[in-house]
């Protein structure tokens, strides 16, 4: 029960879980967090996820709905790809000293890189990000607006190994500052002014 507004449902608990991992990582939440986090009861938890990995996975994925795929936006493929708009976003988020990296990254660095549902999805984003920065450059080129010497699969690998950087140096408390750096290092890896 949460609250007096009555139960919560298995979505919303889901949301408030991964909020929380997000927050101070999934392998350092207790069941004891995640009931006062979610307003879930243990029982509630036990019968939607019998294994906390299985509640992480789901909440990975749920953080790539509804995170990533935002933050991606801007590079989506048939619309026009903006890479400047990427960066701006990123630099936004990196920027708040409150930022402790992406949760997906985060988690895929941790303890809990040995579960292959884990490795995988973060193999898949960093495979995603490098192509759609790839994409993007390759678009900005043809239409003259980059450097055309820049090589788009580089530019993408770079871009993505930034942002994974970036996420590891938040967690462990990097100032703003510094993240705000390697974004403008990012950006001319891109071409981007």
């Given at each position: 029960?949460?609250?007096?507004?009555g139960?919560?449902?298995?979505?919303?608990?889901?949301?408030?879980?991964?909020?929380?991992?997000?927050?101070?990582?999934?392998?350092?939440?207790?069941?004891?967090?995640?009931?006062?986090a979610?307003g879930?009861?243990?029982?509630?938890?036990?019968?939607?996820?019998?294994?906390?990995?299985?509640?992480?996975?789901?909440?990975?994925?749920?953080?790539?709905e509804?995170?990533?795929?935002?933050?991606?936006?801007?590079?989506?493929?048939?619309?026009?790809?903006?890479?400047?708009?990427?960066?701006t976003?990123?630099?936004?988020?990196?920027?708040?000293?409150?930022?402790?990296g992406?949760?997906?990254?985060?988690?895929?660095?941790?303890?809990?890189?040995?579960?292959?549902?884990?490795s995988?999805?973060?193999?898949?984003?960093?495979?995603?990000?490098?192509?759609?920065?790839?994409?993007?450059?390759?678009e900005?080129?043809?239409?003259?607006?980059?450097?055309?010497?820049?090589?788009?699969?580089?530019?993408?690998?770079?871009?993505?190994?930034?942002?994974?950087?970036?996420?590891?140096?938040?967690?462990?408390?990097?100032?703003?500052?510094d993240?705000?750096?390697?974004?403008?290092?990012?950006?001319?890896a891109?071409?981007?002014?």
């Amino acid at each position: 029960m949460s609250s007096g507004s009555g139960p919560v449902s298995r979505a919303e608990v889901l949301e408030r879980a991964m909020e929380l991992f997000w927050r101070q990582g999934a392998d350092q939440s207790s069941y004891s967090e995640i009931v006062e986090a979610t307003g879930a009861s243990r029982k509630a938890l036990y019968g939607w996820w019998p294994e906390k990995s299985e509640m992480v996975r789901q909440s990975l994925e749920l953080y790539q709905e509804l995170v990533l795929s935002q933050v991606l936006a801007p590079l989506n493929p048939g619309r026009s790809q903006d890479l400047n708009l990427f960066w701006t976003q990123i630099e936004s988020v990196v920027s708040t000293d409150s930022w402790r990296g992406c949760y997906l990254c985060r988690t895929a660095s941790g303890p809990l890189s040995s579960d292959e549902a884990v490795s995988g999805m973060f193999r898949a984003h960093v495979k995603r990000v490098g192509g759609a920065v790839a994409a993007a450059v390759t678009e900005a080129k043809q239409r003259s607006n980059i450097n055309s010497t820049i090589c788009p699969e580089v530019a993408g690998r770079t871009s993505a190994a930034f942002i994974v950087l970036m996420s590891a140096l938040a967690a462990a408390g990097a100032p703003a500052e510094d993240l705000v750096r390697l974004v403008d290092d990012a950006r001319r890896a891109c071409d981007v002014r």
